[in-house]
């Protein structure tokens, strides 16, 4: 019983702010890696590399393994930014 109630007796902020700490910190890893992605293709966003592929000059598997990957880092970037912008608000 004692453990339960040093889990009630953190304090909203204590939370926040290692929510925020893990966001950030897996926000820059989602970062790196597709930094590395955009590289291997020379392009900015999955657009382009969706673009190469329907134009041809991109074909196999590994580039539609990549792209499904630029997606998804794409995705969850924005979705973290905007945890990262809600739990700012939280502490003001």
Same mark, same amino acid.
């Given at each position: 019983?004692?453990?339960?109630?040093?889990?009630?007796?953190?304090?909203?902020?204590?939370? *926040?702010?290692?929510?925020?700490?893990?966001?950030? %910190?897996?926000?820059?890893?989602? +970062? @790196?890696?597709?930094?590395? =992605?955009? /590289?291997?293709?020379?392009?900015?966003?999955?657009?382009?590399?969706?673009?190469?592929?329907?134009?041809?000059?991109? *074909?196999?598997?590994?580039?539609?393994?990549?792209? %499904?990957?630029?997606?998804?880092? +794409? @995705?969850?970037?924005?979705? =973290?930014? /905007?945890?990262?912008?809600?739990?700012?608000?939280?502490?003001?």
């Amino acid at each position: 019983m004692k453990d339960i109630n040093n889990i009630i007796a953190v304090d909203d902020k204590t939370i *926040i702010n290692s929510m925020e700490r893990v966001f950030k %910190e897996e926000l820059t890893e989602m +970062e @790196e890696e597709l930094k590395i =992605l955009y /590289a291997k293709y020379d392009v900015n966003n999955s657009k382009l590399v969706l673009d190469k592929v329907s134009a041809g000059i991109y *074909i196999g598997e590994e580039i539609l393994k990549d792209l %499904e990957d630029m997606e998804y880092f +794409e @995705e969850n970037i924005e979705k =973290l930014r /905007a945890y990262l912008r809600d739990l700012a608000m939280k502490k003001i």
